[in-house]
Antibody, heavy 119, light 106 residues
Framework: QVQLQESGPGLVKPSQTLSLTCTVS??????????WSWIRQPAGKGLEWIGR???????DYNPSLKSRVTISVDTSRNQFSLKVSSMTAADTAVYYC???????????WGQGTLVTVSS | DIQMTQSPSSLSASVGDRVTIACRAS??????LNWYQQKPGKAPKLLIY???SLQSGVPSRFSGSGSGTDFALTISSLQPEDFATYFC?????????FGQGTKVEI
């Protein structure tokens, strides 16, 4: 059973860079032709897809965030990571990592981690 | 971006009711439409993929239909554990987008 777990700071100051890591267990991140994605959800609101990466390093980003987002993968650690620069209060949200099963959606999700942007 | 619009935004129902949630895409997305269930404080759970395929382990009272721009999620007999928020998602374009959600309440 694949499991994903987000880790990183729960509080980030405005203008700083957020760094989150997703650790995959229960299987190799390199097995299968999956993409690994980040999605966020402000409190009481809907879901926003941030971007994805495969183990070959190919990425896609949401154009609305592309200038501030970097997703990377470390297959040796079975992890992938998210960086969001120039954080503002509008970036306060629960951040989820997930596995994308081709176009059949995200079939495995992490539990989510709340990131608050505040001084 | 492809916009996804769900209706209604919320609904009240009782155990045993048949419930249908609609999702409309701003352009044709073929059958690249998925449905998720989310309970408070939890990650979304994939219920239906490719418009009508039931994800493994999901009860058969959930079903999906539609293609092109109009889709629906139906719960044939609402159970207490089904009170949650439901989201549709299109995976037709590179940028995946979600509907705004439908909250199913008692």
């Amino acid at each position: 059973q694949v499991q994903l777990q987000e880790s990183g700071p729960g509080l980030v100051k405005p203008s700083q860079t957020l760094s989150l890591t997703c650790t995959v267990s229960g299987g190799s991140i390199s097995s299968g032709s999956y993409y690994w994605s980040w999605i966020r959800q402000p409190a009481g609101k809907g879901l926003e897809w941030i971007g994805r990466i495969n183990t070959g390093g190919s990425t896609d980003y949401n154009p609305s965030l592309k200038s501030r987002v970097t997703i990377s993968v470390d297959t040796s650690r079975n992890q992938f990571s998210l960086k969001v620069s120039s954080m503002t209060a509008a970036d306060t949200a629960v951040y989820y990592c997930a596995r994308e099963n081709a176009r059949d959606g995200e079939d495995y999700w992490g539990q989510g981690t709340l990131v608050t942007v505040s001084s | 971006d492809i916009q996804m619009t769900q209706s209604p935004s919320s609904l009240s129902a009782s155990v045993g009711d048949r419930v249908t949630i609609a999702c409309r895409a701003s352009q044709s997305i073929s059958s690249y439409l998925n449905w998720y269930q989310q309970k408070p404080g939890k990650a979304p759970k994939l219920l239906i993929y490719a418009a009508s395929s039931l994800q493994s382990g999901v009860p058969s009272r959930f079903s999906g239909s539609g293609s092109g721009t109009d889709f629906a999620l139906t719960i044939s007999s609402l159970q207490p554990e089904d009170f949650a928020t439901y989201f549709c998602q299109q995976t037709y374009s590179t940028l995946w987008t979600f509907g705004q959600g439908t909250k199913v309440e008692i």
